[in-house]
């Protein structure tokens, strides 16, 4: 590992790394953003500027929230393979305040894997122990995650994981016109149960 890595926070799973990001990143990012599988149910594939832009938010991300989409690398070949993790929504729905709790604003869950990678139950690893950290060591009381209504290889993510349907919480996501393919999203929630426990990492 090299000693230039940004500081944490880590998460270390049974096949996978999950850690702060690098230049070394950038380019298998970009590659991995300009695939059209990859993002088949995003407006549009990402050029490499955007790419790059994605991950200087991520990072001023991590450092004021102190948790983020942390690039996800695996423990066997060192191979960075995409990211998994948690962020605040740009953007204002009916779940952005979680109901029934203290104000502020929601944390979703959220994972983007190269094409290569799919199909190992990587994602659904990384978010596993996203989630645990998210309500151990965050502290959070919910934590939902959404995604395309076609967007069928992501909800299985959602329910592999844990996260339950809230069918009367469909939307049609903001930043698309109401006709647009991609606006119906589905939502997904998970709520801290009372044997989370606070984990000191
Ligand atoms: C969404 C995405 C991360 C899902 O990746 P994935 O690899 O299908 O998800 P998982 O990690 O849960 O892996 C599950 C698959 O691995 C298989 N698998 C193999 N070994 C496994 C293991 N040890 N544990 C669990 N699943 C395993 C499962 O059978 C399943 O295969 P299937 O797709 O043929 O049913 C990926 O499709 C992706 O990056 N898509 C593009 C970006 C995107 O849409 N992101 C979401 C936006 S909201």
């Known amino acids: 590992m090299s000693a230039a890595l940004p500081p944490g926070p880590r998460i270390v799973t049974e096949r996978l790394l ?7 990143d950038r380019a298998p990012f970009a ?8 993002m088949e149910h995003f407006p549009a594939v990402l050029d490499a500027a955007a790419s790059a832009a994605l991950i200087d938010r991520v990072e001023a991300g991590f450092e004021r929230n102190g948790f983020g989409l942390w690039a996800v690398e695996r423990l066997d070949s060192g191979q960075f393979i995409g990211f998994v993790g948690l962020a605040v929504p740009g953007f204002t729905a009916h779940f952005t305040s979680p109901p029934g709790s203290e104000p502020g604003p929601a944390v979703e869950i959220g994972w983007r894997l190269a094409a290569e990678a799919w199909g190992n139950g990587f994602a659904s690893e990384a978010a596993s122990a996203v989630l645990e950290y998210g309500f151990g060591t965050l502290g959070l009381s919910e934590i939902v995650s959404f995604t395309a209504r076609s967007n069928v290889r992501s909800q299985r993510v959602m329910e592999r994981i844990g996260m339950v349907r809230d069918a009367a919480g469909d939307f049609s996501h903001p930043a698309l016109p109401g006709s647009h393919p991609l606006a119906p999203h589905v939502l997904y929630r998970a709520r801290r149960s009372p044997e989370s426990a606070v984990i000191q990492r």
């Open 18 to 24: 999950l850690r702060r990001w690098t230049d070394a």
């Open 31 to 38: 590659r991995m953003n300009a695939d059209p599988a990859v």
